[in-house]
């Protein structure tokens, strides 16, 4: 396949999308660029949601109910409590071996108060072993899917200045068409029906509305004959 400087405008004109992609593969191969295929997004397996609602107090980290009655009163237990406290140290100056208990008004730091009851979904053993496998796979192909698309991503970068050279070449071509078949067809369907099928005087008076090259009229001369309508021929 030619090279896309090496293509005459007609060439890159009938270009399709799927060659506009090959000539910038043909480029990546050339500068050494991997090439690689989008990845696809892997298809998973279908996961059952946890079966088990729990309740949970996060003064207990870690910790859960599955009777929110229980949890509740354990919860009111605790902050009725006095003597309650927390063990800590200052690891910069003495590190973990002087311990000393600490009274706080708030035990946690971040997230809700230490005694709310909070409710969240959890699953059985029975479940678990049941979904664990089929979730551990899921997880490998989305790590994997992470990694694959990491990797096009970092390659289309290395890319992206090919691909907006070719991709520029071959817009400015046919924006450059464009342009001049909307002039053949103003030409064929206004100027030279009214210059009364002078073709001389037609393009005299289109010049002096539109700027063009030697190479555009010619283009124009050219090509204006097939959008004549059988009246005007």
Not at 22 to 37: C, F, N, P, S, V
Not at 117 to 129: N, T
Not at 151 to 177: H, N, P, R, T
Not at 217 to 230: A, F, G, V
């Amino acid at each position: 396949m030619k090279g896309f400087t090496e293509m005459t405008d007609q060439e890159i004109l009938a270009l399709t999308e799927e060659d506009v992609q090959k000539l910038i593969k043909l480029r990546m191969m050339e500068e050494g660029i991997k090439i690689m295929d989008k990845p696809k997004i892997p298809e998973l397996f279908e996961i059952e949601p946890a079966d088990i609602q729990y309740f949970s107090i996060p003064l207990l980290d870690g910790f859960a109910f599955t009777d929110i009655n229980e949890a509740t009163k354990v919860a009111e237990i605790l902050k009725s409590a006095k003597s309650l406290r927390k063990v800590d140290y200052d690891w910069n100056k003495l590190g973990s071996d002087y311990k000393f208990l600490k009274k706080s008004e708030k035990y946690k730091f971040n997230g809700n108060s230490d005694f709310d009851i909070i409710s969240g979904w959890a699953y059985s053993d029975e479940l678990y072993a049941k979904i664990s496998n089929f979730a551990a796979q899921n997880k490998v192909m989305k790590e994997q899917a992470a990694k694959d698309q990491k990797e096009y991503d970092e390659k289309m970068q290395e890319a992206s200045g090919i691909i907006s050279e070719i991709s520029g070449w071959v817009k400015e071509v046919k924006v450059k068409y464009e342009r001049l078949n909307r002039l053949t067809y103003k030409f064929a369907t206004d100027y030279y029906p009214l210059s009364d099928h002078n073709e001389d005087m037609a393009m005299k008076f289109m010049a002096k509305a539109y700027s063009f090259t030697d190479k555009e009229k010619e283009y124009i001369l050219q090509n204006y004959k097939e959008l004549l309508s059988t009246s005007d021929e």
